[in-house]
Every structure is written in structure tokens, then in C-alpha cells.
């Protein structure tokens, strides 16, 4: 079938060779599409749950920032219990997502509006806390966030316009209350990976 004008699919293969197919937008907002840093995310959740098989089965997940949803449905598929959140006008592209990806999760996936540094008192503390390309509002995860919460954070330095100040203040603010370790480029999916884009784990400092 034939998708609407200004609707492409961007296809990723799973290990098992099944596809996940997530439709994006041509125009719109940034979240409509699906960015380098969610790929290379969602990739090394798949080889996270190879090398630690049942890593995620059962586990409770909160995707900061989804977009197009692909990085938590790429976990609800690992048998994660996933709750993707954006703002409203994304509800739509990432609930259709999830449906058209359904026969592959072995979890659950839900979409819920989340405002980034808004009250997330309805949210409970999950598992994981998964984000691509969204580093803003440390508040969020100050509030999300309890002790035992792995925080997984994958982002593409950008060093034009005022993404390099971004990113320092955000992090600079973050290890205030967190600490942070960047996962080595060699413990990424091997294909999908790259210099510039960086994965850091997050937990509260104790």
C-alpha cells in the first residue's frame, strides 16, 4: 500500500533478520524524523540483550523525547514494558508506529504526552530511562529518575551554532546530580556506529 504524501518508512533490521518499520514525516517538527543518534541507540539495546539475554524482559522503560518512537519500540521488542513520550502533536506518528509494529514486540509499548521539564509525578521511576538527541531539561530526570534507574543516553556532537554551549551546560547541570559514563565505541552495534555519536550511561550518584 502506498504511504500519504510526506510519509517515508525507514526500515532497520533486526539480528533476526525481522524489520522495523517506522514512518517519518517530511515536514514538521524535529521529531518527526528518525536521527543518527536513535539508530545507533536502538542497535545497541539489540546487542545489550544479546551479550545479557532477558536484559530488558519485564523491565519498565521511559523513552525521553521519542519522536517517531523507534528507540523504545525497538525495546518493547526485547520484552521491555515501554512508555514512549513527546508532545502532543507526536502522539498520532508515534502511536502509529507502534501499531504497525506490534507482531514484534515480545513487551508492551504505549505512547503518553511528556512536556520536557513539566510535572512527571504520574510517571512511576522505571528501569530505563532511554534518550536520543535530547539533551535538555536535566530537571526532567532529576524528577524521573529514582537510584535504580539506568540511564541510557545516546547523542551526535554537533559543534555548529549553539549546540556545543547545549551540550556543555546540560551536562555540566547533570553531574550535579548523576554520574556519567560513556560506553566505549567498541561495545556498540558493529555496524551502526560513529565517531560523533556517543552513548553515556547515567545513574544517581549514591
Given at each position: 500500500m502506498a504511504e500519504a504524501p510526506g510519509v517515508f518508512v525507514r526500515e532497520l533490521e533486526r539480528g533476526d533478520g525481522a524489520l522495523l518499520e517506522i514512518r517519518q514525516l517530511s515536514s514538521g517538527d524535529v521529531g518527526c524524523v528518525v536521527w543518527d543518534a536513535a539508530i545507533v541507540l536502538s542497535k545497541f539495546l539489540e546487542r545489550r540483550e544479546r551479550a545479557e539475554s532477558g536484559l530488558f524482559a519485564g523491565r519498565s522503560v521511559v523513552e525521553l523525547g521519542s519522536g517517531t518512537g523507534i528507540v523504545g519500540i525497538m525495546a518493547a521488542t526485547l520484552g521491555a514494558n515501554v512508555t514512549v513520550t513527546d508532545l502532543e502533536d507526536?502522539?498520532?506518528?508515534?502511536?502509529?508506529?507502534?501499531?504497525?509494529?506490534?507482531?514484534?514486540?515480545?513487551?508492551?509499548?504505549?505512547?503518553?504526552v511528556l512536556k520536557w521539564g513539566e510535572d512527571v509525578v504520574d510517571l512511576p521511576s522505571p528501569d530505563y530511562i532511554l534518550m536520543a538527541d535530547c539533551i535538555y531539561y536535566e530537571e526532567t530526570l532529576r524528577d524521573l529518575a529514582s537510584s535504580d534507574t539506568c540511564i541510557l543516553c545516546c547523542y551526535e556532537e554537533r559543534t555548529t551554532g549553539k549546540n556545543p554551549e547545549i551540550e556543555r551546560k546540560f551536562f555540566e547541570l547533570l553531574r550535579i546530580d548523576f554520574e556519567c559514563e560513556e560506553v566505549p565505541i567498541d561495545k556498540h552495534d558493529e555496524e551502526?556506529?560513529?565517531?560523533?555519536?556517543?552513548?553515556l550511561q547515567i545513574c544517581r550518584k549514591k
Open positions: 507526536l502522539q498520532d506518528l508515534m502511536k502509529t508506529n507502534i501499531e504497525n509494529n506490534s507482531a514484534l514486540l515480545t513487551g508492551s509499548c504505549q505512547a503518553k551502526y556506529r560513529s565517531e560523533d555519536i556517543h552513548i
